[in-house]
């Protein structure tokens, strides 16, 4: 398929970044990740927005304007023909000599590809997924979506290895969020509880319109820390993502939560966030 290097589409077997890219050198670099459903970008605007917020977090200039970018995401889909996935989009600070200290006239590197990957129906989303909590190793600014991804990949790795999809990182006795995802538990008293936003979360696209969509159904939303304890003990669990929606969790830590699957809150959400996916596709 087609991928874009600095605003020019080239083959994907052809693309090249340099090794003294600051993204190689130092995971000098912000990305974000849009989906596609009928090769329609889902709600880009946020997507866009928090890509803005990210640069300026790292004072990195974004040389394009927003009229630019969205236009290379959707030449990007129809070149690749590409139905249903996702366009990865990452900026890094530039190639230079190895410093430390940056040289702020370096000129940002763009580098965009499409997935094709199903969103709408995935056996995840039918039967749920386990999920092990660890400790939280990654850096303090994770409001920041830089690519610095070693910590959230190896504790996804540690979750495999345990017989599990996922890991929830834990600081402080509380769920800060999934390794690539933001982490919701639904109380007896069918309250929905996720990690109030801060430093030590992503604001997740997925989490801002879950929780409106579940205020909207009624439901009470509480954005605060839940300890493990509260988790293990939840009437439901599930976990947001531009690419994976919301994806039930049934088991934590090996307790299974009530029934061992997808529970009711759960199935009204998903099925209020494929109605906010499908209202985006003229
Ligand atoms: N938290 C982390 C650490 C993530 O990597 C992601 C996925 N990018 C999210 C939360 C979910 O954010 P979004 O809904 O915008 O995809």
Known sequence: GWVVVNGDFVPASEACISPFDRGFLFA??????????????????????RLRRSARAIGLALPWEDHDLQTLHKDLVSRNQLDEGYVYLQVSRGAGLRDFAIDEHMTPTLFMFSQARSVMQTSDAQNGIKVITVPETRWAHRDIKTAALLPASLAKQKAKQAGAQDAWFVEDGRITEGSSNNAFIVTKQREILTRDLGQHVLPGITRAAIIRLAEEQGYQVIERGFTVIEAESATEAFFTSATAFAIPVVEINGHQLSSGKPGPVFQAIRAAYLDHVRSQIP
């Open 28 to 49: 000098d670099a912000i990305y974000e990740v849009t989906t596609v459903v009928s090769s329609t970008l889902i709600d880009f605007d946020p997507h866009l927005a």
